[in-house]
């Protein structure tokens, strides 16, 4: 496996932008918009639910200039940013999951993907109303992270 070197962009919290990096994705279906951990120096799906993680979210592929629903390939470096409270995100709703309204608490789905969640375990805050309930394909959602 090639290779690449971490990049790691700082930028101060006033910008209103992530850090933003990259890593080697460990598996194969990270989207943009869903949540990922760093694991073993590469990048996977998030996939502890309901868990107060870190608020990784996959990034287009700035590389292919990828848009919003292009899908990483394993071993394709990964675009990802760490969201602290405030920012918004563009984050993705499982298919068939749950409603969500305006101002629920969000989480992990254990899958990449994200669901309504208790205030206790939220990592943000929907800043709309989304029902996927019936939904046959993932969504997107705004998300304020918690």
Known sequence: MAQVAQ???LVTASTGQPIK??????VAGITPGMLVVE?????VLNTTA???SPKLVAQTN????GDIDQVYADGE???YGAYHSGQEVNAILAAGAAAIADGAPVT?????????GLAANAIGYATEAVDNSGGGSAVRISIRIA
């Not at 694991?39 to 990048?43: A, H, I, N, P």
């Not at 992990?108 to 309504?116: E, I, L």
């Open 7 to 9: 990049v790691i962009s």
């Open 39 to 43: 694991l073993l120096g590469e990048v």
């Open 108 to 116: 992990s789905a254990g899958d990449g993907t994200w669901k309504v």
């Open 77 to 79: 470096t990964v675009s």
């Open 62 to 65: 700035l590389a292919n200039a």
């Open 50 to 52: 309901n868990a107060l």
């Open 21 to 26: 990096s990259e890593r080697l994705a460990g």
